[in-house]
């Protein structure tokens, strides 16, 4: 991730991304007049209301869970989990991500700069949605290439548009089978944009993206459920982002 000025739109963007409310999001967007509702512009808690299968769980069970959730970036979707999940541990490798999800989670509001033109922006404030359960969330800095190896094991992990990210992704995916316990929910969402920035061309898959988790994973892990989410991040009122992510669930064995 660059430095500077660059890191610190990135952060905004990220955090409007999560934390903006539709209005927010879509404020003098005319591309998306009209429009009664515009998909994707909650991805970081449908990556955990859409793919989690909420039916292995008694309600009994929901005071025990422990979810990780890895390149949480400014945490929504660890705040998300902390509505269903006594313990999150959220990791993400940005210091000045897990500081902001962290200004939140103390119930602190963020000034934001959205942006109207491409270097024209307008202040705005964030905060923690309400409802969820902030002091259930770990924040802390790490690298999901080389986690702790005490950390797990999880009930849940989430690991949304993270994967294409990693420059050597085979490294995280080969600890998923220490982190989950049996019986566990794997999710793992991803665009798929392999790019050499991030990854070298010999770390990405050769073939598709769901092979190449489906044979990391082979033995350990079933594929249960797969759906495709869409993403909007504004980068300005001209200017969106629109995606969609592969998220597929995994159950442990
Ligand atoms: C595209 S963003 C996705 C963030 C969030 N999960 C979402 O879906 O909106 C990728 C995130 O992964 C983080 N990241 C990149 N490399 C990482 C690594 N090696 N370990 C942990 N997090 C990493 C970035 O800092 C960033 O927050």
């Keep these: 991730m660059s430095e500077g000025y660059e890191s610190q739109r990135l952060l905004h963007q990220y ?3 999560h934390y903006g409310s539709d209005e927010q999001i879509l404020e003098g ?3 998306f007049q009209g429009q009664e509702e515009v998909e994707g512009l909650h991805f970081a808690e449908a990556t955990v209301w859409s793919a989690l299968m909420l039916d292995r769980y008694e309600e009994k069970d929901q005071g025990q869970l422990r979810a990780l959730d890895i390149g949480c970036a400014v945490g929504r979707s660890s705040f998300e989990l902390s509505r269903l999940c006594a313990e999150v541990v959220a990791i993400d490798f940005s210091q000045a991500f897990i500081n902001a999800a962290k200004q939140l989670q103390a119930g602190q509001e963020i000034p934001v700069q959205r942006y109207d033109e491409g270097q024209l922006p307008t202040e705005i404030s964030l905060s923690c949605p309400e409802a969820v359960n ?3 969330v770990k924040f802390a800095v790490g690298d999901a290439m080389d986690l702790p190896d005490d950390l797990g094991p999880f009930d849940i992990v989430h690991a949304a548009n993270l994967l294409c990210r990693l420059s050597q992704p085979q490294l995280f995916l080969q600890q998923l089978p220490d982190l989950v316990k049996s019986g566990g929910q794997l999710i793992m969402a991803t665009p798929c944009t392999w790019s050499e920035e991030f990854t070298a061309q010999e770390n990405q898959p050769q073939g598709s993206t769901l092979d190449f988790i489906r044979s990391s994973l082979a033995g350990t892990f079933k594929l249960q459920r797969q759906v495709e989410l869409p993403f909007v991040i504004r980068d300005h009122a001209r200017k969106f982002q629109i995606s969609t992510s592969q998220t597929s ?5």
Excluded at 249 to 253: A, H, I, L
């Design 15 to 17: 955090l409007l991304f």
């Design 134 to 136: 902030p002091e259930r």
């Design 29 to 31: 967007a005319t591309a």
């Design 249 to 253: 669930t995994w159950v442990r064995k």
